[in-house]
């Protein structure tokens, strides 16, 4: 379960689409979200939540990347993925 989520990042919109069996999906992660922190997650801040914490689990990615990021919540640069 991911931990409560906070940032003040600058947001840059971007158009997704998903499998209804994935949407579905999200929107149970949702409401386990809300039942277990109290608090609820939009769909956009969850979604960048989620692939944001794979991406740094990902240690394959991460010894490609010249610059580790850090485990916050949010970067506080931009991913360096000149590989």
């Known amino acids: 379960m991911l931990k409560k989520v906070t940032s003040s ?9 998903f ?3 994935t949407a579905d999906l999200l929107a149970a992660y949702r ?3 809300q039942e277990t922190h109290g ?3 939009s769909q956009s ?3 960048e939540t989620l692939v944001r914490e794979y991406i740094l689990a990902d240690r394959d990615f991460q010894r490609r990347s010249r610059a580790p990021v850090p485990r916050g919540s949010a970067p506080t640069k931009p991913l360096d993925t000149s590989f």
Request: no cysteine; hydrophobic share 45%; glycine share 4%.
């Open 45 to 47: 801040l969850l979604i």
């Open 19 to 21: 499998h209804q069996s």
């Open 9 to 17: 990042d600058p947001i840059v919109r971007l158009s997704l689409g």
């Open 31 to 33: 409401q386990a979200y």
């Open 39 to 41: 608090d609820e997650i």
